[in-house]
């Protein structure tokens, strides 16, 4: 049995097959930490090895009872058959592992694992370490050298980069997809302004799976926000680019990508245009979003024009030319007046404070201003924090629309890769038939090619 889970893009694969399939999975998705059974342990090395970080758990959580109710509740449904998976029984104990681990480790922010997808062998050309590593698809034993993924990959979107490795993994075995690629590609070469356009919007999107998972975990930084929003934003010409093409492929894509109009408005509005990292540092929350806000900043953002306002004023209504606002920790801020002009002190005034040449009064309105101001950071950020909050709320509601998204657009970069790699290297289409024949006229190496060049 076998699953993939990963917590940063909400990923989540399930497979299961002999161990000779298992050890080709483990090469394909490489994972950074891998599960199994503590009794297992010894078949586990014998069978792939000490070169993966593992972790044993306990036997009770490797059940199908319990895999299944675990993923049953996750998803909140009352079957597996949407997701293709209910008759994999050891996938299904496999994913519900993974799920007990994340809560073990407390990670109980996963909303952003929003679905479960099965690993079908039969679609794909399954590669065993040792064809990985003598075609060096991904590494090699020679110093600087380059290997494959470094010729093709010419991805702009880190979920491009992604899936790229992905497909050069797992290479697709059916005519169909493999054309439907192809076509695409085809017509990218065709239409270079075309591809232009979407490569200029693309590099405005960012890690955007990674961003909506931060969303999930309540992790997403004010400035990340912003950049969902330009993300976002950057998908709006990208889907009428695929949708006004002659290609199938790209309209389909164009169907399916949601801008998501309203967070981008409501992000607009809420945030300000260039937060800091940190909500701590402030002024994450834009004007206009919340009135009690807006008051409490302007009495911490205009207090020493207040206190001078007043301290002027009183020295008119007095006639105490030397008066002076000032402010204690003991009874906070007083007005000061010399011994000269303390006759001139009006009786509304309340003498708290006696000095060898002078002495200091309160009033209600400097109290009422003190009420108000000691504090005002604190209740600014309070609220700040609150209404950044909400509104990491409010998007959760779209994880699994931006997901989707996020793939789609790493989909299209990856055959915009293609279509950049071809017209670079002046490679050509293959054709596709189903037959034992491999006919290669005028064959380059990719990888030699580069490495001598």
């Known amino acids: 049995m076998f699953h993939f889970l990963d917590v940063s893009t909400g990923e989540f694969f399930v497979a299961e097959g002999s161990v000779e399939y298992i050890d080709k999975l483990l090469q394909s998705f490489r994972p950074s930490e891998v599960l199994f059974q503590k009794n297992k342990k010894k078949l586990f090395l014998d069978s792939f090895g000490d070169k993966f970080y593992s972790y044993g758990l306990d036997d009770w959580a490797f059940t199908h009872e319990f895999g299944s109710e675990s993923l049953l509740k996750h998803f909140g449904t009352k079957s597996l058959k949407g997701f293709g998976i209910e008759n994999l029984v050891q996938g299904i104990i496999a994913a519900g592992a993974a799920l007990h681990y994340l809560a073990d480790t407390q990670h109980d922010k996963v909303k952003h694992i929003s679905t479960i997808s099965r690993i079908e062998e039969e679609k794909y050309v399954w590669l065993d370490r040792f064809t990985i590593r003598n075609l060096e698809l991904f590494g090699s034993h020679n110093d600087n050298a380059r290997t494959l993924i470094d010729i093709i990959d010419q991805t702009i979107s880190p979920m491009g980069s992604r899936m790229l490795k992905r497909w050069l993994a797992l290479p697709l075995k059916d005519k169909a997809p493999i054309d439907e690629r192809l076509e695409v590609v085809d017509y990218f070469l065709q239409h270079p302004e075309l591809t232009d356009s979407i490569s200029q919007n693309m590099e405005l999107i960012g890690d955007l799976e990674r961003i909506i998972s931060k969303v999930a975990t309540a992790r997403i930084s004010p400035k990340e926000v912003v ?178 998204n996020a793939s789609l657009i790493g989909r299209l970069d990856c055959l915009l890769s293609f279509a950049t790699i071809a017209q670079k290297n002046n490679y050509v289409r293959p054709h596709i038939l189903e037959n034992k024949i491999l006919d290669i006229k005028d064959g380059r190496h990719p990888v030699i090619e580069n490495n001598y060049q």
Request: charged share 30%.
């Open 227 to 404: 950049q969902l929003k330009r993300a976002l934003s950057a998908i709006e010409p990208i889907k009428l680019i695929c949708d006004q093409s002659k290609n199938k492929s790209l309209q389909k894509i164009a169907e399916q990508l949601n801008p998501c109009r309203s967070v981008i408005d409501r992000i607009e509005k809420e945030i300000t245009q260039d937060p800091p990292y940190l909500i701590a540092k402030g002024n994450v929350i834009a004007e206009g979003v919340n009135a009690d806000l807006d008051d409490l900043r302007a009495i911490s953002f205009s207090g020493k024009d207040y206190l001078l306002q007043i301290q002027q004023r009183e020295s008119e209504r007095t006639g105490i030319p030397s008066l002076k606002v000032a402010f204690n920790n003991v009874f906070g801020y007083y007005l000061e007046v010399t011994n000269t002009h303390k006759d001139k002190v009006p009786t509304e005034w309340m003498r708290k404070q006696t000095l060898t040449n002078a002495e200091r009064y309160i009033t209600e309105e400097l109290k009422q201003y003190e009420e108000k101001i000691l504090g005002a950071e604190e209740k600014i950020m309070a609220l700040e924090t609150k209404l950044f909050s909400d509104l990491i709320l409010s998007l959760t509601d779209y994880i699994a629309v931006i997901q989707l």
